[in-house]
């Protein structure tokens, strides 16, 4: 089904005004590189971005808030928003596609003081870990996967949770990915797992582990985009879609830690012209 308010067929879009973007916080780093980018060849255009969890950005959505594109780290997270009634006969959102990919990885203090190179090293009692820690961030469950994952592997599984354990916090003040970098940033701790792509945007600051196919969560991480049904510049988010799928977008998508999905999958009544 083509969607009535789609843009014309370029991927780009002048005098568009002002674009408003919802995005998870591992899309931090690369979504600033694309909103400089796309304000720079196309005039007239302004991308407001707003970050958070997938799931926190979503229930904005529900609650009333208004966003032309919403960039979640799980297609889950959008499926959900295509089930759900805002007004007689319309979803939340109708489509979206997945348009790259992460994985997650060890950070440790720039120069690397500990030596860490495996994760047993993280069960270290002089090292002091930091993880996610937020019920509604998928990244959680995700590092906690990533971790048996890895213990299993070195053959050391009952370390794993003694990492996990080590990494708690309080439960009224969850940790997110971009506090786990601040904490190892400034020295307030030596090691964390985060999603590569939120490693390389601080990547002057912290050195990066990374860790075999198998192991990093690649296969189970997907960025995906849609236009959610209460967009008010729904032209502008289109573009913007559009504009995500340009070999220009991939580039920036690959050098910031979000490796490009090629070519996008699509799921739902995507507009028939995003793409092309």
């Not at 973007?21 to 690369?30: K, R, T, W, Y």
């Not at 400089?36 to 971005?49: F, M, P």
């Not at 969850?174 to 904490?183: G, H």
């Not at 999603?195 to 990547?203: F, H, K, P």
Request: proline share 7%.
């Amino acid at each position: 089904m083509i969607d009535s308010d789609s843009a014309p067929e370029t991927p780009t879009g002048s005098n568009v005004g002002v674009i408003e973007v919802f995005h998870a916080d591992s899309l931090a780093g690369p979504m600033r590189k694309l909103k400089n980018y796309y304000e720079a060849r196309n005039k007239g255009a302004s991308i407001n971005l707003s970050s958070g969890t997938s799931k926190q950005l979503a229930e904005r959505i529900l609650k009333g808030d208004r966003c032309d594109v919403l960039a979640s780290s799980s297609p889950a997270v959008i499926e959900d928003l295509m089930k759900e009634m805002v007004g007689p006969g319309q979803t939340a959102a109708s489509w979206y596609l997945i348009f790259s990919a992460n994985e997650m990885v060890v950070i440790v203090e720039k120069g690397n003081p500990f030596g860490i190179r495996y994760i047993e090293d993280l069960a270290k009692p002089d090292v002091k870990f930091v993880r996610v820690t937020g019920d509604k961030d998928l990244a959680t469950s995700r590092t906690i996967e990533f971790l048996n994952r890895a213990s299993s592997l070195e053959r050391r599984p009952e370390v794993a949770q003694i990492i996990i354990d080590k990494g708690s916090t309080d439960p009224s003040k969850p940790t997110s990915v971009p506090d786990v970098v601040r904490a190892v940033r400034e020295g307030r701790a030596n090691a964390g797992v985060v999603y590569y792509s939120a490693a390389v945007a601080d990547g002057k600051e912290v050195d990066t582990i990374r860790f075999p196919d198998s192991i990093n969560m690649s296969e189970a991480i997907r960025n995906a985009a849609c236009v959610p049904s209460n967009a008010i510049n729904r032209k502008g988010g289109i573009y913007f879609v559009n504009f995500l799928l340009t070999p220009e977008a991939q580039k920036i998508l690959k050098a910031t830690g979000q490796p490009p999905v090629v070519p996008a999958i699509r799921r739902g009544n995507v507009p028939g012209n995003i793409g092309i």
